[in-house]
């Protein structure tokens, strides 16, 4: 079965400018998440969807970052603008069952810096 | 709360066997989780345990769960140079979320 697929793998850019990552989860893998993982910490969750609707995004700094996920398959993450500190790689992760007992898959991630 | 911790780094020999301490701070985790990341790679779960066990053993992997003291440990038995990475470990909350702690870098050296 194809994997967690995440683009970019890599983007520059300046601060107070916008990007967007995109996500595509395990073909019928109804839940879907973002986490953010800074340099030399665990990865932290940004928000959750079961299909097209939220779970929590009680991490998520919604003054800046937002996320959708259309028709319930894939994901943006989207930061306007973006600050030094947003600088991370941003891991997409899906899961076929929920909860997700026995873990769930991510992607290989996409890595930001802010310059 | 959530809050796992994790030794930051552990250097061992090859063939040797390795041992990766965590504590975390939800008693009520169902499962507990092993996450292995190589250079430049997302996450990959190595193994799991749901919080009613106590051991549980996969070909080199052995994960020990002190519910008590909130303690997990992983083992991994004869460590070759290909299980150098950093190990992750991560409790569930709320039955979705994960809380991962900083991570171990592991080096294992000829």
């Known amino acids: 079965e194809a994997g967690v697929a995440q683009s970019p793998r890599y983007k520059i850019i300046e601060k107070r400018q916008s990007v967007a990552f995109w996500c595509n989860p395990i073909?019928?893998?109804?839940?879907l998440y973002w986490y953010q993982q800074i340099l030399g910490q665990g990865p932290k969750l940004l928000i959750q969807f079961q299909n097209n609707g939220v779970v929590d995004d009680s991490q998520l700094p919604k003054d800046r970052f937002s996320a959708e996920r259309l028709k319930g398959v894939d994901s943006t993450l989207k930061i306007q603008p973006a600050k030094l500190e947003d600088s991370a790689v941003y891991l997409c992760?899906?899961?076929?069952?929920?909860?997700?007992?026995?873990?769930?898959?991510f992607g290989s991630g996409t890595r930001l810096t802010v310059v | 709360g959530e809050d796992v911790e994790q030794s930051l780094f552990l250097s061992v020999r090859e063939g040797d066997s390795s041992v990766i301490n965590c504590t975390y701070t939800?008693?009520?985790?169902?499962?507990l989780y092993w996450y292995k990341q190589e250079p430049g790679a997302g996450l990959q779960l190595l193994t799991y345990i749901f919080s009613n066990m106590d051991m549980k053993q996969d070909q080199r992997l052995t994960v020990l769960l002190n519910k008590k003291d909130k303690h997990l440990s992983l083992r991994i038995a004869d460590t070759q140079t290909g299980d150098s990475a950093i190990y992750f470990c991560a409790e569930s909350i709320n039955d979705y979320k994960l809380s991962f702690g900083a991570g171990t870098t592991v080096t294992v050296r000829a």
């Open positions: 939800d008693s009520s985790s169902t499962y």
């Open positions: 073909s019928g893998h109804a839940t």
């Open positions: 992760a899906s899961s076929l069952v929920f909860p997700p007992g026995h873990g769930y898959t």
